[in-house]
């Protein structure tokens, strides 16, 4: 494996890819068997959620075909690309702040095309011109296909856009180039898109109308990816549980709960894991597939965002209080070990005090495993911006933000402190941050194990690990054995 600066192999959280912007601008490392010698080269820059992350490796494909290699020098590269992320304002000024830094490199060489793509591209279109003048090239979400004309129009000199959303491309038949991969996890997008509009969300705004990716190239990734080496899928989507997708030949409707089951059949050897789950979606049918088989992973990513009713009707969420806690019981009943994650919004439009109160006490209810937690920030055009006013003071947002998080901290530590003295199943998925001599990998319910190396496990392989101590964030423990799904 070639190392780059600025790169991240080790992922902390399965959950943190798929919308914690703190992932931001990462640069990609590349496997040394696929760095051929290309005449011209992209550098890309991810920022946002999974979903990005996972098309920037679509974009990887389609522009290796084009003859463009990777690189992870922006000063070598004739293509400059920023995979861009708007989910809250902070998200998108540190792009522009990104792009401001970029302007040295353009200024060395000026036939150097820097292209814009993602969900600010989307939001923003031909404003992003004239707002930023050294962009060539603004792409949105469902336009990737139509890079290569594009490039070809800025390289003669022309200013090239296309956001065109799409109602049905899925990007199904292109076999991604993974970017930045550990070989032992990756993402298979299953759907695009959200049709929910949540009244603070830009996403049903930046990637249109929601749409399910077929199964059999769903599937044929999954199953490529084994063969390669790999052991653990995330499948990927706003809303995994409403995917949808009819077999005309056969007639035969598969849900979110059947696509599950079929990913798991693949191999016993392969861990399954999917993200986001909406409360008011998961099915009953789905929790039992989980149960069903070991390989599908024991942690659902729930989010709930508010613990006010009040709020959450504001929200369009259209679930409340009460059939959330219901869905969490649920979950615990048929899945006790299962991990539950969520993601709180602090200070949303017209949040009382006693509403915040309630988002705390529904916490303490629910007892999360992990937790995102942010402040409100307002997007323009979106429902919320339209129809209420963003009138709790920053102070306010920040302050119930602290206190939520000091919540959850005291949570999470508890939440690690349960699995000390138990003995968890670990898929190893490299070297640990800090050392070279210990194995990091994830249990089932997604905590990272940190544990010594014993010169006989390897990357990939599952290893039992009986956990002698933790951190806030880290399990730390001692290999006992190799797990029989090894020999399989
Ligand atoms: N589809 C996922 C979430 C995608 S966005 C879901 O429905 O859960 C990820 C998270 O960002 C959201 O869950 C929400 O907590 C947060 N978020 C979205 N818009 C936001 C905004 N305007 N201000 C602050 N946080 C926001
Ligand atoms: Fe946004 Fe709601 Fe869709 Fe999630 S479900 S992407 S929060 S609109
Ligand atoms: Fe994802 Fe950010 Fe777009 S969270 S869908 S990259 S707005």
């Not at 003295?421 to 998925?429: A, D, F, H, Q, R």
Request: net charge neutral.
């Amino acid at each position: 494996m070639i190392k780059f600066a600025k790169i991240d192999l080790m992922r902390e959280s399965a959950m943190e890819l798929v919308h914690d912007e703190s992932r931001q601008g990462e640069v990609f490392s590349v496997p040394a068997t696929t760095h051929r010698p290309f005449r011209k080269h992209f550098y890309i820059e991810s920022y946002g959620c999974a979903m990005n992350f996972a098309d920037s490796e679509v974009i990887a494909s389609l522009l290796q075909k084009e003859g463009y290699g990777p690189t992870s020098q922006a000063e070598q590269a004739q293509l400059i690309l920023i995979n861009t992320c708007s989910i809250r304002d902070k998200a998108e000024q540190t792009i522009r702040r990104r792009l401001s830094e970029l302007r040295s490199v353009k200024n060395k060489n000026p036939s150097v095309l820097i292209g814009i793509l993602g969900c600010m591209a989307e939001r923003l279109k031909e404003k992003l011109l004239e707002q930023e003048q050294l962009v060539d090239l603004v792409v949105g979400p469902d336009a990737y296909r139509t890079l290569p004309s594009l490039i070809s129009s800025a390289d003669e000199g022309n200013k090239a856009v296309n956001i065109l959303l799409s109602r049905e491309e899925t990007y199904g038949d292109i076999a991604p180039f993974r970017l930045n991969s550990n070989g032992v996890s990756a993402f298979i997008s299953i759907m695009r898109g959200c049709n929910n509009m949540c009244s603070f969300c830009v996403v049903p705004f930046t990637r249109g109308r929601e749409r399910s990716r077929d199964l059999p190239s769903i599937l044929q990734e999954a199953r490529q990816l084994i063969a390669d080496g790999y052991r653990e899928v995330t499948l990927l989507g706003q809303n995994v549980d409403s995917y949808y997708w009819v077999d005309e030949a056969t007639g035969v409707t598969i849900t979110f709960a059947r696509l599950l089951e079929e990913v798991a059949l693949i191999s016993p050897l392969l861990r399954v894991r999917f993200s986001t789950s909406h409360p008011k979606d998961i099915t009953e049918e789905v929790l039992q597939t989980i149960k069903r088989y070991p390989n599908i992973c024991r942690y659902i990513h729930l989010p709930v965002q508010s613990g006010s009713n009040r709020i959450l009707q504001l929200m369009n969420r259209t679930y409340t209080r009460e059939w959330y806690l219901a869905k969490v019981s649920r979950i615990r009943e048929v899945l006790p070990e299962c991990g539950i994650s969520t993601d709180i919004i602090a200070g949303f439009c017209t949040e009382t005090e006693e509403d915040h109160l309630q988002t705390l006490d529904l916490m303490q209810q629910c007892d999360y495993d992990l937790a995102y937690m942010y402040f409100y920030s307002e997007r323009p055009g979106t429902l919320a911006e339209r129809r209420y006013e963003d009138d709790v003071p920053e102070t306010v947002k920040k302050r119930r933000l602290q206190e939520i998080i000091d919540l959850h901290r005291g949570q999470s530590l508890r939440s690690m402190q349960k699995d000390v003295n138990k003995t968890w199943e670990v898929l190893i998925e490299g070297n640990s941050k800090k050392s070279d001599a210990h194995w990091q990998g994830r249990t089932t319910h997604n905590k990272m194990v940190v544990f010594p190396k014993n010169g006989i496990s390897g990357k990939g392989d599952y290893v039992e690990v009986l956990i002698t101590h933790c951190t806030a964030g880290t399990l730390m423990g001692e290999q006992i054995s190799q797990t029989v799904l090894n020999q399989v």
